[in-house]
């Protein structure tokens, strides 16, 4: 037995498959929805009549406003004096120094009050217009101010 062969088993036959059936059910369109209506705008048409407005309701006599703006201004008063008079003793130690000096320039205004040059500059020019000092040059570093 060593020598028997084993008959090879049959290869079956293959088994043709059927395509899918079309399915039973009718297709149907997607239903879209309308659009959302647009929104009302400001302009009334040409053909409606424009509603008469209603009289105004009758105020209180009283009114919260004034109080707070009254309060507001002597606020703004109150600080303006006190800048104001910060000033005026600047003004007065620049009087002071042009007494003791005889003259002063720019330069010196800046350094003895710690102040820019167009803060120094704007001193000088309004003591000048009142009448209290006196320019001597034109422009540049030859611009002196003297007592009157």
Known sequence: MPDEVVPEAPIP????????????EPIQPEVVAPPPPEPPTAQIPVNEPIAPTPEPLPQATKSV????????????????AVIQGRKRK??????EFVSTKGSVTNDQVEKLLHVSDATATRY??????????KQEGKTG????????
């Open 13 to 24: 036959e293959p088994v043709p498959i059927a395509p899918p059936e079309p399915a039973s």
């Open 65 to 80: 406003v004034a109080p707070i703006l009254n309060y507001a201004r002597d606020l703004a008063v109150k600080a303006r």
């Open 90 to 95: 600047k003004l007065d130690k620049i009087l």
């Open 124 to 133: 000088l020019t309004q003591l000048e217009k009142e009448g209290k000092l």
């Open 141 to 148: 570093k030859s611009v002196s101010y003297s007592k009157i």
